[in-house]
Nanobody, 131 residues
C-alpha cells in the first residue's frame, strides 16, 4: 500500500513563502514504487471542489501548473528521498486552503489534472495566508 504524508504547511503573511513536502512510502499491489508515480498537488477550500495546483511527471521531465499559481509555485521531486515538493512564493490570501499531495500510479504519458486520476492521497496540510 502507498502512503503519502504532507508537511510544511502553516501561517504566513501575504507575499511570503512556504515549502510543502510529501513523503511517499510503500508500493502498489503490482510493486510499483515512488519513482514510477506521477505526483500532483491539489488544494481544497471548504464548500469548493478540490482543485489541481501542480503536477510533475513520473519521469520528472515535465511539470504543469494551474494558471492561478503559474510563476509563483514550483513542483519538484527527489526520487532518492521518495519526496515531492511544492515551493510556494508570493503567497496570496486566496492561496489559503488545505493542500493535498496525490500519486498517479498509472504510468500516464501526460500530467493529469483530475482528482479521479490519482489513486493515493495524503491527509493534507493547512496553508493560511494572512492579509
Amino acid at each position: 500500500q502507498v502512503q503519502l504524508v504532507e508537511s510544511g504547511g502553516g501561517l504566513v503573511q501575504d507575499g511570503g513563502s512556504l515549502r510543502l513536502s510529501c513523503a511517499a512510502s510503500g508500493r502498489t499491489s503490482t510493486g510499483r514504487t515512488f519513482r514510477y508515480y506521477g505526483m500532483g498537488w491539489f488544494r481544497e477550500v471548504p464548500g469548493n471542489e478540490r482543485e489541481f495546483v501542480a503536477g510533475i511527471s513520473w519521469r520528472g521531465d515535465s511539470t504543469y501548473y494551474a494558471d492561478s499559481v503559474k510563476g509563483r509555485f514550483t513542483i519538484s521531486r527527489d526520487n532518492a528521498a521518495n519526496t515531492v515538493y511544492l515551493q510556494m512564493n508570493s503567497l496570496k490570501p486566496e492561496d489559503t486552503a488545505l493542500y493535498y499531495c496525490a500519486a498517479d500510479v498509472a504510468l500516464a504519458q501526460e500530467i493529469r489534472t483530475t482528482t479521479r486520476a490519482y489513486a493515493y492521497w495524503g491527509q493534507g496540510t493547512q496553508v493560511t495566508v494572512s492579509s
